[in-house]
């Protein structure tokens, strides 16, 4: 599976960009997968739920399945988090797995970058980050994309993971 990220600080427009990528990425019949970094806590559960009853009654795994979709939630306890590598390793065989989060990790990556925000480019200091979508002109030493470019951003991507 090849591996490519969306990076940037909080309301840079990456949630956005990946659904785009995702989109545009899928109707070329190229196979995506996600993975997306949260900072906070999250539970896609709800309170009442079988599936809640059985993690709050001490269960370590839940796997909830249907003619539609499965999900499986795993209660860390007090286990570390675990690592990119340790997740992507449990996703089916996919053509992409675009990774939206995880600046910190060394895979290549697209920076998201609005300049409302006042956050400084995290590109300049991260080697790792190939390229800039963004929603005003820059001056770098990589490409920088319309960070609505979805079929350009896209374009590049896929050329930098041979696809």
């Not at 996600?34 to 269960?59: I, L, M, N």
Request: hydrophobic share 40%; with cysteine.
């Amino acid at each position: 599976m090849k591996l490519f990220g969306v990076t940037g600080w909080k309301d840079s427009g990456k949630t956005g960009l990946m659904e785009r990528l995702v989109a545009e990425i899928t109707a070329r019949g190229i196979t995506v997968s996600t993975v997306k970094h949260a900072h906070h806590v999250f539970d896609v559960d709800q309170p009442g739920k079988d599936s809640y009853r059985h993690r709050e009654a001490g269960a370590c795994e839940v796997l909830l399945a249907s003619r539609k979709r499965v999900a499986i939630m795993q209660e860390l306890r007090d286990s570390q988090e675990p690592t990119l590598a340790d997740l992507l390793v449990r996703l089916r065989p996919v053509d992409l797995v675009l990774v939206e989060g995880y600046k910190r990790d060394t895979h290549p990556k697209i920076e998201a970058h609005r300049a409302e925000t006042g956050n400084p480019l995290i590109a300049p200091d991260d080697p790792t980050i190939l390229a800039v979508a963004s929603d005003t002109p820059l001056e770098l030493d990589r490409p920088v994309f319309d960070l609505d470019s979805t079929s350009e951003i896209a374009d590049f991507i896929l050329a930098q993971v041979g696809l």
